[in-house]
């Protein structure tokens, strides 16, 4: 998590807050933007581009506030602006270019809030959450890869699923 | 079993009979069954998990200012000649010619603040073409050109300078240079006074790491 001292710094556009932020945020501004363009060099030309123009509005930045929505706006704002640069270079001249962004960009929220959370998780148990839902493996399985005992999978998958349960909680919060 | 319980077993796709009676029975639960369930989807969609390639990484941390040195020892003056003929330079403003661009940048280079602008920074994207190089650079902490000045833009090699353009605003900028990048390894904004002089001036405020 990012710190109160952290953010004040991150105003000030100090290197090694940038740094940090980056390091929080970097693979979730990855994943909404994998999400939505569907394409990995469009999506890191995003990543790219959300942090350049965090950076250069960091002195607009409020470090009383928590970064994580104002860095996923950023970055859904890049996407959208990638989409529809190559929407317009690869329209038809007779076709008019269509203004509602594609089912893509919809619940790319709850994959930011998820992968920060994924993020957050101790690294041991985020490889067991990986081996389950990434590489789609059984207990079993996931216990050879990682050549644990099955037991210490069924554990770790326990509490990282907690965890993720405990930390997406506030998404109730929002929901009431 | 209570909610967290429940969900993380949902999660987990590890339901058994009490954590499937709990989610039916609890109005919290039940209220929240469309969030728990796209939250589970979520962990399956491998676009989650993915993760930028190394050099996107690299690139971006260079971008944010990591390990940078002052380019202030290069500023030894006018040592170079200007490009014979200058290239024929187009400049757009945001929003001009390179919305075209449909793919990610060719090479990017970080360029660094010198001592006229310690607190300046930027990164230059570029795309090669058959006639030239287009070239976007993005700046921060450098503020519009003062009256009678203009920012100037530079490819530098070889001891030739060929000029990207000019521009007021520097925070974004898109060019198109008739020369290729491959040439002219060196990277260079100026502030430059508004006299016709075709040389770049002795005031750097931005130079690409060697």
């Known amino acids: 998590m990012i710190s109160g001292r952290m953010r004040r710094r991150f105003r000030t556009g100090d290197p090694e807050a940038v740094r940090a932020f980056y390091e929080e945020f970097g693979r979730a501004v990855f994943a909404v933007a994998l999400r939505a363009l569907g394409d990995r060099g469009l999506a890191e030309e995003a990543l790219q581009q959300t942090f350049l123009r965090a950076w250069q509005a960091s002195s607009r930045f409020d470090p009383d506030r928590d ?47 998820v992968r920060l959370c994924l993020d957050r998780l101790p ?14 493996l059984t207990h079993r399985e996931a216990a050879e890869l990682l050549s644990i005992p099955i037991g210490t999978v069924k554990s770790r998958s326990h509490r990282a699923h907690r965890r993720l349960a405990d930390m997406l909680s506030h998404l109730e919060e929002a929901t009431a | ?57 690299s690139m971006v941390l260079a971008m944010l200012g990591g390990g940078a040195s002052s380019p202030a020892s290069r500023r030894s003056g006018v040592w170079w000649m200007t490009g014979a003929a200058a290239a024929v330079v187009l400049v757009a403003g945001i929003g001009g010619l390179l919305l075209g661009q449909r793919h990610p940048a060719d090479w990017t280079a970080v360029v660094i603040g010198s001592e006229s602008a310690p607190d300046a920074s930027g990164v230059v994207r570029g795309w ?46 898109e060019l198109l240079v008739a020369v290729p990048r491959r040439d002219f390894p060196t990277l260079l904004v100026t502030l430059e006074p508004t006299d016709g002089d075709p040389t770049p001036s002795d005031v750097w405020v931005l130079a690409s790491e060697d």
């Open chain 1, 67 to 113: 970064p994580g929505p104002w860095l996923y706006a950023i970055a859904r704002r890049v996407a959208i602006d990638i989409h529809r640069r190559e929407r317009r270079h690869a329209a038809v001249d007779e076709q008019p270019e269509i203004a509602v962004l594609p089912a893509s960009f919809e619940s790319t929220w709850e994959l930011w809030e």
């Open chain 1, 123 to 136: 690294a041991e148990e985020r490889a067991v959450v990986r081996a389950i839902h990434y590489l789609g």
């Open chain 2, 1 to 57: 079993m209570n909610c967290h319980d429940a969900r993380a077993a949902r999660f987990a796709r590890d339901l058994n009979s009490e954590a499937e009676a709990h989610l039916a029975a609890c109005a919290r639960c039940r209220a929240m069954s469309e969030e728990i369930r796209r939250v589970g989807d979520e962990l399956d969609d491998p676009a989650l998990w993915e993760e930028p390639g190394p050099d996107a990484d």
């Open chain 2, 128 to 173: 090669n073409m058959a006639s030239g190089t287009r070239v976007v650079l993005e700046s921060r902490g450098l503020a519009p050109a003062p009256p009678g000045h203009h920012y100037e833009f530079w490819f530098i090699g070889d001891g030739m300078a060929f000029s990207g353009g000019t521009f007021l605003d520097p925070a974004r900028v």
